[in-house]
């Protein structure tokens, strides 16, 4: 079956600039996540859904980080005003709730880039 | 808080040679814990994972057995190839689909 996509693949952006990252999880996974893996720092949460819950932003670096999850399925990570410190591979993550902690299975990430 | 913490690498291996990559853990009840690999060019993937004491999880080859005496989810290969050259993170969660605290990650290099 499908894993879980994100888009692009790729972004470069100039410093100053607002990006969006796309990730679509697995069908009928309830939770999504987003990490950052940045170079030398390991992979780092950022915010989390659970449901219809609100969400876990306790991740978030600053207040320029966002996201949201429209109808329990795609979910946007909006950068404002990106700076160079933000380059780094956005990893998005899916998993289904059950009893325990569950497997994440993740997309192959957006390499983002900040001139 | 919960933490982990890897051994650093990057680790370089002979084809066939022996591997550990230590995993130590921090956490508050009764995490579960797993092993993610992630190969040049890809995203990250489960490799195994153990969710109670003394179990252990493996696959591929690889395995790991949950040391709660330890506080302890090493990972371990009795002889690698060269196609096992990735980074391998070790990560803990708690119940309840809650985020996962990541290890640093280890590179691990396998020559021919």
């Known amino acids: 079956g499908a894993g879980v996509s994100q888009s692009p693949s790729n972004k470069v952006t100039e410093k100053g600039k607002d990006v969006e990252l796309r990730c679509d999880p697995i069908s009928g996974h309830t939770a999504l996540y987003w990490y950052r893996q940045s170079l030398g720092q390991g992979l780092e949460f950022l915010i989390y859904f659970q449901g219809n819950s609100a969400p876990d932003k306790s991740g978030l670096p600053s207040d320029r980080f966002s996201a949201e999850r429209t109808g329990g399925s795609v979910s946007t990570l909006t950068i404002q005003r990106t700076q160079q410190e933000d380059s780094a591979v956005y990893l998005c993550?899916?998993?289904?709730?059950?009893?325990?902690?569950?497997?994440?299975?993740f997309g192959p990430g957006t390499r983002l880039t900040v001139l | 808080g919960n933490s982990v913490t890897q051994m650093e690498g990057p680790v370089t291996l002979s084809e066939e040679a022996f591997l550990t990559i230590n995993c130590t853990y921090t956490a508050t009840g009764y995490p579960s814990l797993f092993w993610y690999v992630q190969y040049p060019g890809e995203g990250l993937q489960l490799l195994l994972k153990a969710t109670k004491a003394d179990d252990k999880g493996s696959n591929k080859g690889f395995e790991a057995t949950y040391r709660k005496e330890t506080t302890s989810f090493h990972l371990e290969k009795g002889s690698v190839q060269v196609s096992d050259s990735a980074v391998y993170f070790c990560a803990l969660g708690n119940s309840g689909n809650t985020p996962l605290v990541f290890g640093k990650g280890t590179r691990l290099s396998v020559i021919a």
């Open positions: 993550a899916s998993s289904s709730k059950r009893g325990g902690a569950d497997t994440q299975y």
